[in-house]
């Protein structure tokens, strides 16, 4: 019995170090949520993305007192 459940902590174990395994990158910005190929379009699209999280409190008050 204590055997049996040894044995399947184990197979449980090695299956979860298995699919722990992720890319270590090293490629710098991979993590980003959108390409940077070329200046202009990557200062366009990353001005627009944070203007737009800069701005969500801004129009969440604005509609609170405009109610």
């Given at each position: 019995?204590?055997s049996r ?19 270590d ?20 699209i990353?001005?627009?993305f944070?203007?737009?999280?800069v701005?969500v ?11």
């Amino acid at each position: 019995m204590l055997s049996r459940t040894l044995l399947s902590t184990r197979n449980v174990m090695q299956t979860a170090i298995r699919k722990a395994h992720h890319r270590d990158g090293g490629v710098p910005c991979e993590n980003m949520p959108f390409r940077i190929d070329s200046k202009p379009k990557f200062t366009l699209i990353y001005t627009i993305f944070v203007a737009s999280g800069v701005a969500v409190p801004f129009f969440a008050v604005r509609h609170q007192l405009t109610k």
